[in-house]
């Protein structure tokens, strides 16, 4: 069974930054695009960014320049550094793997980042 956990949200100041780690367990990760996903309160919940098993990225325009997404060697973890933060950041972030021979998606339960001073 697929799991994704993710970690490292919390309150950081405007203009700061955090990483945040998300690791997978239960299959093989070379084999799945993986992201992050943000839902602010009230919004739906859009993409962040995302790297493909090949290790493409691609950005949501409202982080690019910002965030860098990257995966560990081990592939079945993704990180996500997020500098130069600000308060329309905040938001519960979602790692998502996707297997790149399906259009099943699978889901972390979350961390909170709050970008406040």
């Known amino acids: 069974q697929v799991q994704l956990v993710e970690s490292g949200g919390g309150l950081v100041q405007p203009g700061g930054s955090l990483r945040l780690s998300c690791v997978g367990s239960?299959?093989?990760?070379?084999?799945?695009?993986m992201g992050w996903y943000r839902q602010a309160p009230g919004k739906q919940r859009e993409l962040v960014a995302v790297?493909?098993?090949?290790?493409?990225?691609n950005y949501a325009d409202s982080v690019k320049g910002r965030f860098t997404i990257s995966r560990g060697n081990a592939k079945n973890t993704v990180f996500l550094q997020m500098n130069s933060v600000k308060p329309d950041d905040t938001a519960v972030y979602f790692c998502?793997?996707?297997?790149?021979?399906?259009?099943?998606?699978?889901w972390g339960k979350g961390t909170l980042v709050t970008v406040s001073s």
């Open positions: 998502n793997a996707k297997p790149i021979v399906s259009d099943l998606y699978y």
């Open positions: 790297i493909t098993s090949g290790g493409n990225t």
């Open positions: 239960g299959s093989i990760f070379s084999f799945y695009d």
